[in-house]
């Protein structure tokens, strides 16, 4: 999604600037811009494609002067990607430059309103509505101010904006509703941006920005109102306790090989502080308020809905609660859910800011749930929203494609249902509960096994990469908790080589999608050794027979007779999937880079999805 970021300082700024931007590229864009006055008037460089077509125009350009300037990466929602689409839009009369993240959902109606008295415009943009919108507010209101708070409160929808007028250049404003936006606290500067990251070289003093708040910046000073009324507001400043290192390469060829490798220390943070002195107990202080519930309904997208659909498993069989996975999209245009006093909601996103997922947990708020949220990003909205968050603690991730927040987040859907076993024991059912301190101490071996093993698993996914990157399509089978890793195993080829891919329940595939097999259509089998082994076994057997290429991904001394069989370290269990994910990952990931793709920042895809 969009990346915004504005600066008012001492230094050059533009360059601080595009350095941000770069810093925001994870994002996923298509387009860039910058904006600062010059001359007394607006400086606005644009270009389609990425930052390097940017900073070559901006290398022509005199820049050295400005000490104010904002910026902007586009993921283009409303018009094509294009450089009349980009970002810095102007205003009619050249007066006001302004950056956008979200969508203003009644710009149309905007549009023709401005249209009517006059305005031309020169994008698709609602970005463009927006400037047009505040130039016409100030024609009553000429403090920028109010100017700016009265046309975003007629703007609905989304939105974390910067503004810059013609005839303040040393001062920027910035708002949000329902968007990111984290403002930066220097020393004789100060920042907004859609992410830490963009600023982080310079300042580690953070503002994490309300719903509904505006502030007005310069190089010195920053005041902050709410916009409804204008009234000014009091932020604490936190403090960042992660550095650009830890959001950096670190000698890796890829952010995703890095993350994927990260996965181990991931676990080691996850776990700190999160288990009894004793080893038999989980601690998780952050909700012991609530009870635990009768009914659990999971919402998320992409990525962390899996993790949900996998960590329903755990939570059924450990805590025997009955759990409901949906997809936040789908679920927040059904108005069929009531919740009852002793159900609770779980809302799993990595960035915490997924516009489907944020409105699932609004949603399901207003209908009377207790809303819990699982995410990454501390700050984000949906950990400020939620009644209690639960943080992965798995350190920013860069590459679009999630790979180290999903084993974060099965981490502590684990935890989660240890910790509500035993919050729920019921003398009748504890009988049927795995002993806990097994399956803590197994969760505690994990990472020093994985970090043993990751190497290994690394050339064995290069070698089979290599063997299967001629195939169009792929399936990957999977039963019980090796289902949703199968649709995650699917997920991860298509975004990251475009290989079409289909995750299945292999119990499925002879109810349709077995039509398909024939030798040009691989499948990728998860057969770990576990009860259901013989008929993941048999469901192979049937691929084959119909002259279908098998990669057996197992873990024990199976009889399999599979073209390649990938055996991977033993663990009970549902805990195996801790290890199966990471093949899966490396698997797409060498596939990826050996067909020569953007494995970092894959085609039309976005790290933050703030839009709908
Ligand atoms: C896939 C991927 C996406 C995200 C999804 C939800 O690799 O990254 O499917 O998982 O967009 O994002 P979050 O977890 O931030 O809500």
Not at 3 to 26: D, M, N, Q, S, W
Not at 316 to 342: G, I, M, T
């Amino acid at each position: 999604m969009c990346g915004i970021i504005g600066y008012a300082g001492c230094r050059p700024a533009v360059p601080v600037v595009t350095e941000g931007l770069h810093r925001l590229e994870y994002r996923g864009y298509d387009s860039a811009g910058v904006a600062f006055v010059r001359d007394r008037s607006f400086c606005v460089i644009r270009a389609k494609g990425r930052l390097s077509a940017l900073e070559e125009k901006l290398a022509a350009v005199q820049t050295a002067t400005s000490t104010c300037a904002m910026g902007h990466t586009r993921w283009a929602t409303h018009g094509v990607p294009a450089e009349r689409n980009a970002h810095p839009h102007c205003s009619n009369d050249n007066s006001l430059a302004i950056v956008h993240n979200g969508i203003i959902e009644n710009f149309q109606e905007l549009k023709a309103e401005l249209a009517e008295k006059g305005y031309v415009f020169h994008s698709e943009t609602d970005t463009e509505v927006l400037v047009n919108l505040i130039a016409e507010c100030r024609k009553d209101e000429p403090e920028l101010l109010r100017a700016f708070a009265a046309a975003l409160r007629r703007a609905h929808g989304a939105y974390a904006v910067c503004l810059m007028e013609r005839n303040a250049p040393d001062t920027f404003y910035a708002a949000r509703m329902s968007a990111p936006l984290i403002f930066g606290v220097g020393t004789g500067e100060n920042f907004a941006a859609s992410d830490i990251p963009a600023f982080l070289h310079y300042t580690r003093k953070v503002i994490f920005l309300d719903d509904g708040d505006i502030v007005q910046a310069t190089a010195k000073e920053y005041n902050m109102f709410r916009l409804e009324d204008l009234e000014p507001v009091a932020h604490e400043p936190q403090t960042v306790l992660w550095d650009m290192q830890a959001a950096q390469k670190s000698g890796y060829k890829h952010y995703m090989l890095k993350e994927i490798f990260e996965q181990p220390r991931v676990m080691t943070e996850a776990l700190a502080g999160r288990i009894s002195e004793q080893g038999d107990t989980v601690l998780l202080p952050e909700l012991d308020n609530l009870p635990a519930p009768a009914r659990l309904y999971i919402v998320a997208c992409g990525t962390s809905w899996h993790s949900a659909l996998w960590g329903r498993h755990l939570l059924e069989d450990w805590a025997r609660v009955p759990v409901q996975v949906e997809l936040a999209s789908e679920f927040r245009h059904r108005d069929n859910f009531l919740f009852k006093k002793d159900e609770m909601v779980l809302v799993i996103s990595q960035s915490g800011e997924t516009a489907d997922t944020l409105a699932a947990l609004r949603i399901a708020k207003e209908r009377g749930a207790t809303v819990i949220g699982l995410c990454n990003v501390i700050g984000s909205s949906i950990a400020r929203e939620a009644a209690a968050v639960l943080y992965t603690r798995a350190g920013p991730e860069i590459s679009v494609a999630s790979t180290k927040a999903m084993c974060s987040q099965m981490l502590m859907l684990a935890l989660l249902a240890l910790y509500w076993q035993a919050r729920r024991h019921n003398p009748d059912e504890s009988s049927r509960c795995p002993p806990r301190r097994q399956w803590i101490s197994a969760l505690v071996s994990l990472p020093p096994m994985l970090g043993d093993a990751l190497s290994a698993m690394h050339e064995t996914a290069r070698r089979l990469s290599r063997k299967y990157a001629q195939a169009r399509n792929f399936f990957y089978l999977g039963r019980g908790h090796c289902f949703p890793l199968a649709l995650e195993g699917a997920l991860k080829l298509k975004e990251l080589s475009y290989i079409h891919a289909e995750g299945y329940a292999a119990g499925e595939m002879k109810h349709g999608p077995i039509a398909l097999i024939d030798s040009a259509f691989p499948t990728f089998a998860i057969a770990l050794d576990d009860p259901l082994f013989p008929k993941t076994k048999s469901n192979i057997m049937e691929v084959q027979a119909r002259q279908g290429k098998v990669i057996a991904l197992t873990n024990g001394e199976t009889d399999l007779a599979a073209d390649d069989v990938w055996t991977i370290p033993r663990l009970p269990s549902p805990l195996a999937g801790f290890v199966v994910l990471p093949a899966l990952q490396l698997f797409s990931y060498e596939m990826a880079d050996y067909l020569g793709k953007d494995v970092d920042q894959p085609r039309n895809l976005a790290k933050s999805v703030t839009v709908e």
